[in-house]
Every structure is written in structure tokens, then in C-alpha cells.
């Protein structure tokens, strides 16, 4: 084989390596980015999760990928570690379908028509037809097909390229001799696993493989070590996308590498223990490139079967393996922000678990508020101690989630992906300005417990009523966020609208309490801090709901959608607007 072979041989490789990352980014763009998202929430029983693993991974063609996914989901608490285990398993099966994808390269023609079913020709075809899809259609699903087609052709290029640099190797008496040497099982297995290893890919290990079966000289008892060595070291990947993780996502990763030492083990002894009883005649045949996609297919479908019902126990293997510190079981005073960086590249996955952490922090920040208002009618300062830390907690949330969808922001989404983006930068601020507001009101509490300053009766019972319609409104703006509910959401603007009319009624008739000498100046400054925050807390919980209905609307400026809201006075903001007028009545 000559130096030009191995050149060949290389460009061959990064063609097949580019060409199954460009089509399986084509194909989970086709479907939305949706494919890791429905991983941790449709894997309640271990069948289910197989499946989702090997669909996943057969659309994305990358069982690396999808095993780093699930050390995020377990690093950030998505998914409990058994679920994780069982989509492994699943991705382990999924990856053998680009072998038989592969398959489609030695297709031959002959003379005539039948040469336009040979690869060259449907390579070509698919090509042109990818590039023009590619740059000149308007429409993104287009384009992805465009990717999804120009990846399989370069995957085929490679494919091709390859086994044309392998060709000589038929005439190779140093390869023979090498070849025969492989059918040595650890020998065989040794070298499988280092070279996977190396290559980050067991998909590419594989088709170089089936490349190498294309001269004749590869037989089963050579290739069947080899692709048990392919799998063990198709899981480093796996482990250096653990780095950083927690204990639980570093187990998640090492239960990658003990499901495929234990499949290897399995099949392995197996194999060899049948064939020492009683020799099989296929052994020593010569293999070619579909019996290496079907041996693969076969020796990962048998280990999945015969792990599956084993999980348990595999659970129990990784926790002996990776000891969790003794400090890990405490409980953390501050509570951790769970976002994982591995997600980024996975948008639809990233935008899920934003929303979980949003919604974390918009109940931190509702019971801050409703706590704030309870602080009034009963001081103590361990509840105002409790306020302060929950304001500062939902800084923290709006840092870290503002620096992470500005990070999910380059990467390519889908209009409803925008939407949720959008909503979620919106919704972040206005959850911290209600918390601040919360703060803002415990002053106000400390200060009246402080210098003892009383409230007329008459005082007292407006802000009790001020204080349940905010509270409501706060209740309502959180649910309808959490829920994605456009009903509720669009009572909200209605509520607000009360408010802001009940704190300038409540102005009105604070002004007549201190022309009548019934509260001093000092009542006054506490009284319009408490409505001027009151109503603050309102707004933003408008600004939540509005932008949920703008963003339904493809509307983008949430002031004019407002204002034409209050001008168009449609018959159910009228409606909602007397409901909430007659039940938070102050007259």
C-alpha cells in the first residue's frame, strides 16, 4: 500500500466523518430539534427508553451524542440514572443503522440503464439535487433536506474513496498475514477498541471495516473481535463529555463503558465457547460489507436484549465503580442552578430545561412577594432574613439564565424556538423586578415595625384588598407562564388595570385621610411606598402575560399591543375587567 493509498485512505475517513455529522444535523433539524427533548420526557419505563435511544441516535447517526446528552440530563437531575441507562442501551442498537446505510455504496452497475443504479450515479444525483435545495431554496426545511442529501453523498464519496485506497490491500501478503493475525480474539478486540479510540467513532471504525471487507480478505473470525474492540472504544467520547459533570453524570458515562464490556463479554464468551463445542463453518469464510453491518447489527441487538432486564444491577456496578464523596451527601444551603453547557449544542434540550429553571425561579420569586405581604400583618425577622435571601436567589437565576440563552441565541432555531427565547429573556427580567418589589415591600414591614406606625382601619382594609387582587395577579401571571396558557394569560391585563385603578383611588382617599388629621405625613411616605410597589408587581406580571400573547400573535412591541388592547376594549377584557372590578371593590 503506498504513501498516496494512506493520503487516500485519510480524506476518505474525514469525508465519511463529515458526511454522517452533516446528515444527522440535517435530520434533526427536519424534525425540529425535537428529538432530544422527547428523550427525558417519554423514558418512564426502560422498553421506552430503548426505543427512544435507538430512533434518536438512527436519526442523528451519533450513539456518542446521544449518551453525552444523557450524562447532561442526569448531571442537571432531568432524568434519573435507570432511564439514562436504558436510552444507552437503545443508542448502542441505534448506531449499527449507518452500517447498513454504508451498504448502499457497494451497489455496481453494469452495461446500459443498469449503470444508473450504481453509487457513482445515485451519489451524483443526490449531490446535485442536495446543492440546489441547499442554495437555492428559501425555505429552511428545504435546506436541511438539501444538508441531509449532500451529507449522504459525501458520506458515500468517503465510503468510496476509501475502499479504492484499501484495494491493493488484496494483494498484500503483509496484510493477509496481519488480517489472520486479528482473528486472535484479544488481539483482535485490543486493536478494535484503540483505533475507535482514536478516531472518536465507532460508525467510522465500522465503515472502515466494512471498506476493508470489500477486498476479500476480511473473514468473520477476523471481524468479529474487531467490532466487540469497536464498541468498547467507541465510548471515550462519552467519557471526556463527562468531564465536569457531578457523580451522577460520571456514572452515567462509565455505565456506557460497562454496558459495552459487559455486551462484549457476553457475546464473546458465548461465541467462542459454541464454536469450541462445535465449530461453525462460517468462521473461516470470507465477510463483505453487508454481513458486517448485519454481524454488528446482531451482536449489539443481542447485547441490549440481554441487559436490558439487567439495569438494576448495572446501576449497582457503576455506584461501586464512582464512590460519591462523603460531602455530597449534604445538603447545599444555596441551592445549585442547574444549566447544563452540554445542552447548547441541542437547542430544543436547552430551551426545555431554561423553562424547568425559569419556572424555579418564578416560584422563588411569587413566594418572596406573597411573603413580603404577609410580612406586614406579622413581623419577625427570619421572615424578612427569608425575603432577602429569596431576592438574592433570583439574581442569581437571572444571571445564569440570562448568560445561557444568550449562548442557545447563534445556534439555528425554529420560529417556535425564537418565540420561547424571547419569552423566556422577557419573562426573567420582569420574575426579578417582582422579587426586588417583594424586597422592597419587607422594608416597608420592617420600617412600620420598627418606628410602630399603625394604619387607620379604613387604610387597612384597602390594602387588604389591594393585597389579594397582587397576589392574584401574581398567582395568575406565574401559572399561565408555567402552563403556556393563553386563557389565563389574557386575564391578567385585566386584573392589572383594577390595580392601577385601585392604587390611585387609594391615593384619592389617602389625601382626604391627611386633610382630616385621621393619618400624619409620616403614614403617607410608608402608604405610597407600598402602593408605588404594589403596583410595579402588577406591571411586571403584565409584561409576562403580554409578551406570552404578542409572541402568539407575531406581534413584537408589547407597549402598542397594550395600548391597542385597552383601545379595542374586546367584549372579554370588558368582561374580565368588571369581574375583577366588582370583586376587589374598595367603595
Not at 464519496?157 to 486479528?182: C, I, K
Not at 462509565?254 to 459454541?274: E, K, N, Q, T
Not at 453491518?293 to 446482531?298: E, G, H, L, S, V
Not at 412600620?448 to 382594609?461: G, V
Request: hydrophobic residues 50%; proline residues 2%; glycine residues 8%.
Amino acid at each position: 500500500m503506498s504513501f498516496l493509498n494512506v493520503i487516500s485512505l485519510l480524506a476518505g475517513l474525514a469525508f465519511f466523518l463529515y458526511g454522517i455529522t452533516l446528515m444527522g444535523d440535517g435530520l434533526n433539524l427536519v424534525a425540529g430539534n425535537k428529538l432530544e427533548a422527547v428523550l427525558f420526557r417519554l423514558t418512564s419505563n426502560r422498553a421506552r427508553g430503548v426505543l427512544l435511544g435507538t430512533l434518536v441516535t438512527a436519526v442523528i447517526q451519533s450513539s456518542s451524542a446521544v449518551s453525552v446528552m444523557c450524562v447532561g440530563f442526569v448531571n442537571s437531575g432531568l432524568m434519573q440514572f435507570a432511564q439514562a441507562v436504558s436510552v444507552i442501551l437503545g443508542s448502542i442498537l441505534g448506531t449499527s443503522v449507518t452500517g447498513w446505510i454504508i451498504c448502499l455504496s457497494s451497489l455496481g452497475g453494469g452495461g446500459g440503464w443498469v449503470e444508473l443504479l450504481s453509487t457513482a450515479a445515485i451519489t451524483g444525483v443526490i449531490a446535485v439535487v442536495g446543492i440546489v435545495l441547499r442554495k437555492f431554496s428559501k425555505s429552511a426545511p428545504r435546506r436541511h433536506v438539501g444538508d441531509i442529501l449532500m451529507g449522504f453523498a459525501v458520506l458515500m464519496f468517503g465510503m468510496s474513496t476509501m475502499s479504492a485506497a484499501v484495494e491493493p490491500l488484496r494483494d498484500s501478503e503483509t496484510f493477509l498475514n496481519l488480517m489472520v493475525s486479528l482473528s486472535d480474539p484479544l488481539l483482535g478486540f485490543a486493536v478494535g477498541a484503540v483505533f475507535t479510540a482514536i478516531i472518536q467513532s465507532s460508525a467510522a471504525a465500522v465503515g472502515i471495516l466494512q471498506a476493508l471487507s470489500m477486498t476479500g480478505a476480511l473473514t468473520f473470525a477476523e471481524a468479529f473481535p474487531l467490532l466487540l474492540g469497536i464498541a468498547v472504544g467507541g465510548a471515550l467520547p462519552v467519557l471526556l463529555g463527562a468531564l465536569g459533570a457531578n457523580v451522577n453524570g460520571v456514572r452515567t458515562a462509565v455505565a456506557h463503558i460497562v454496558i459495552d464490556v459487559l455486551g462484549a463479554l457476553f457475546c464473546g464468551v458465548v461465541f467462542y465457547a459454541l464454536n469450541a463445542l462445535h465449530p461453525f463453518a462460517f468462521v473461516e469464510k470470507a465477510v463483505d460489507i453487508v454481513g458486517v453491518a448485519a454481524m454488528n447489527t446482531a451482536f449489539r441487538l443481542v447485547t441490549v436484549l440481554a441487559l436490558t432486564p439487567l439495569i438494576g444491577t448495572i446501576e449497582k456496578l457503576t455506584d461501586k465503580l464512582v464512590r460519591a464523596p462523603a460531602a455530597a451527601s449534604e445538603e447545599s444551603a444555596v441551592p445549585v442552578i442547574a444549566l447544563e453547557e452540554r445542552f447548547i449544542r441541542f437547542p430544543a434540550v436547552a430551551l426545555e430545561q431554561s423553562h424547568k429553571v425559569i419556572i424555579e425561579m418564578a416560584e422563588t420569586a411569587k413566594k418572596s412577594l406573597l411573603g413580603a405581604i404577609a410580612l406586614r400583618g406579622e413581623y419577625s425577622e427570619e421572615g424578612f432574613a427569608r425575603i432577602c435571601a429569596e431576592e438574592e436567589m433570583v439574581d442569581r437565576y437571572e444571571d445564569s439564565l440570562g448568560s445561557y440563552l444568550l449562548q442557545i441565541t447563534p445556534t439555528e432555531l425554529t420560529a417556535k424556538q425564537n418565540e420561547d427565547l424571547h419569552k423566556y429573556l422577557h419573562a426573567i427580567t420582569d420574575f426579578e423586578r417582582i422579587s426586588d418589589h417583594a424586597r422592597n415591600l419587607a422594608e416597608s414591614a420592617k420600617e412600620m415595625y420598627d418606628k410602630q406606625i399603625e394604619f387607620s382601619k379604613a387604610s387597612e382594609y384597602e390594602l387588604g384588598v389591594l393585597s389579594a387582587a397582587v397576589s392574584e395577579v401574581a398567582e395568575m401571571a406565574v401559572r399561565a407562564f408555567e402552563r403556556d396558557d393563553m386563557s389565563l394569560a389574557l386575564q391578567v391585563e385585566p386584573l392589572e388595570q383594577v390595580i392601577d385603578d385601585l392604587c390611585d383611588l387609594m391615593r384619592n382617599h389617602h389625601v382626604g385621610r391627611l386633610q382630616q388629621g385621621i393619618c400624619t405625613l409620616q403614614h403617607g411616605f410608608v402608604f405610597n411606598d407600598l402602593l408605588t410597589n404594589f403596583e410595579r408587581v402588577g406591571d411586571h406580571c403584565s409584561n409576562i402575560a403580554v409578551a406570552m400573547i404578542e409572541l402568539e400573535h407575531d406581534l413584537f412591541d408589547t407597549h402598542e399591543y397594550v395600548d391597542s388592547l385597552k383601545l379595542i376594549k374586546t367584549e372579554a377584557f370588558e368582561e374580565n375587567y368588571e369581574r375583577f372590578r366588582v370583586k376587589y371593590n374598595i367603595d
